[in-house]
């Protein structure tokens, strides 16, 4: 399961101000850091017939295009290997039959990045239930599709039930307080997609 957080601070517009003022609102979300290339260390292995299952050929390490640290695994496109985290492994005991260049691929799982549209959000605080604040976009780093759940999560959820997602979408939540009573004050979010 992959799960991605994004705490989302609202501002509200007050509801006092004719005409409406709009607040800005800094949405803090994770960057939509992607792997970029793997490096495997040693990058090339000589292995005697007699290694057996388990045995550990390489350890690898995933550069990310915004220089955090990868959290993610790796997998192999041949089965003679496995990994566990960052490090290949016989799957199974070597033979005389697998004498040869053995030249295996091995890739970081995709990222899951989430977005918003408008990105920088502002809503009136006498807006209705059921108003939409911005849309959450979600995408795997390897253009597969997103087939998971949004959700909230910790550490602001919902801000007291204020807020709902319908679908795709971030909105005031129709069954919720409304925002009527906080006008001009920053309220936060945390949204969790999970696959």
């Not at 517009?13 to 850091?33: E, K, L, Q, R």
């Not at 009136?124 to 795997?140: D, E, K, L, Q």
């Amino acid at each position: 399961m992959k799960r991605l957080l994004a705490l989302i601070p609202l501002a509200l517009i007050g509801a006092t101000t004719s005409p409406p003022v709009n607040v800005p609102i800094t949405i803090v979300a994770p960057g939509c850091s992607i792997p970029i290339s793997i490096t495997l260390s040693p990058s090339f292995v000589s292995a005697p017939d007699s290694d057996t299952s388990g045995t550990l050929l390489s350890t690898a390490s995933v550069t990310m295009s915004d220089g955090t640290p990868y959290a993610g695994t790796i997998s192999s496109s041949n089965a003679l290997f496995t990994t566990s985290g960052m490090q290949i492994r016989l799957a199974r005991d070597l033979t005389p039959a697998d004498d040869g260049t053995v030249s295996p691929v091995i890739t970081p799982q995709p990222a899951l990045c989430i977005s918003f549209n408008p990105p920088n959000p502002s809503v009136a605080a006498s807006a209705p239930g059921g108003t939409v604040v911005t849309a959450i976009g979600t995408a795997w780093s390897d253009g597969s599709t997103f087939s998971g759940t949004l959700a909230f999560g910790s550490p602001h959820s919902d801000d007291g039930g204020v807020f709902a997602i319908s679908g795709s979408n971030l909105i005031i939540n129709p069954s919720g307080p409304g925002l009527s009573g906080d006008a001009g004050i920053q309220q936060n979010v945390t949204i969790t997609a999970t696959q």
